[in-house]
C-alpha cells in the first residue's frame, strides 16, 4: 500500500508541476524569456528551439532583446516568433530582434484570470482523477478492511493537501496577473 500512496503523491507532483508550467505562458504584461520556449526556428532545415540559437535578455521591464549566435538567421528567428502566434510583433535592427511588450488592458488581465482558473480546475479534476485510480488500486489489495479505510483516507489527505496547493498557487497567479 506504500508503493500506491507513494505512486499517488508523484503524480499529483507532477500535476502541479504541469500547472505552474502552463502558467508560465500566461503573460503578465512583463517580460520574460520563458515566453518564447514554445518557438522553434527552422535552422539548417531542421526545427530548433529559440534558446539554443540566441541569447535572451531583459533590457526593460516590458522588452526582450534576442541576439543570434548567427547572424545569418535572423530572419528566420523573426518567422518564427510570428507563426507562434504569442501575439509580439519582433522588430529586427539588423544586429537584434527586439520584443516589446505591450501593456494589458483591463479586460485582458481579466481573460488571463479566467485561462489561469481554468488551468488550475484542469489540475484539480486530475488530481481528482488520480485519487479515483489510487483508491480502486487499494480497494483491489488483499488486505484487512480497516487498512483499505486507512489508505482511502490517507489519499484524501493528500488530495486535500495538494488542492490546496492549487488555490495557493492560482491566487499568486492572479494577484500577479491583476498588478498594474
Not at 108 to 117: D, L, S, W
Amino acid at each position: 500500500m506504500k508503493d500506491i500512496l507513494t505512486e499517488t503523491e508523484v503524480k499529483m507532483e507532477t500535476s502541479i508541476q504541469n500547472m505552474e508550467k502552463r502558467f508560465l505562458n500566461i503573460r503578465a504584461g512583463r517580460a520574460n524569456p520563458s515566453m518564447l520556449d514554445g518557438v522553434m526556428v527552422t535552422y539548417y532545415g531542421t526545427p530548433t528551439p529559440l534558446k539554443q540559437l540566441a541569447t535572451i535578455s531583459i533590457p526593460e521591464a516590458r522588452q526582450l532583446a534576442i541576439k543570434p549566435f548567427d547572424r545569418s538567421i535572423i530572419g528566420d528567428i523573426e518567422k518564427a516568433i510570428f507563426e507562434a502566434n504569442i501575439g509580439i510583433t519582433p522588430n529586427n535592427n539588423g544586429e537584434m530582434i527586439i520584443l516589446n511588450i505591450p501593456a494589458l488592458t483591463e479586460d485582458t488581465r481579466k481573460e488571463y484570470v479566467k485561462q489561469a482558473k481554468t488551468i488550475a480546475e484542469e489540475c484539480k479534476i486530475a488530481l481528482r482523477n488520480i485519487r479515483q485510480d489510487s483508491n480502486n488500486d487499494i480497494k483491489k489489495l488483499e488486505i484487512p478492511e480497516d487498512d483499505i479505510k486507512d489508505g482511502i483516507e490517507e489519499v484524501q489527505e493528500l488530495i486535500n493537501r495538494y488542492n490546496k496547493t492549487v488555490d495557493e498557487k492560482l491566487k499568486v497567479k492572479e494577484q500577479e496577473l491583476m498588478t498594474v
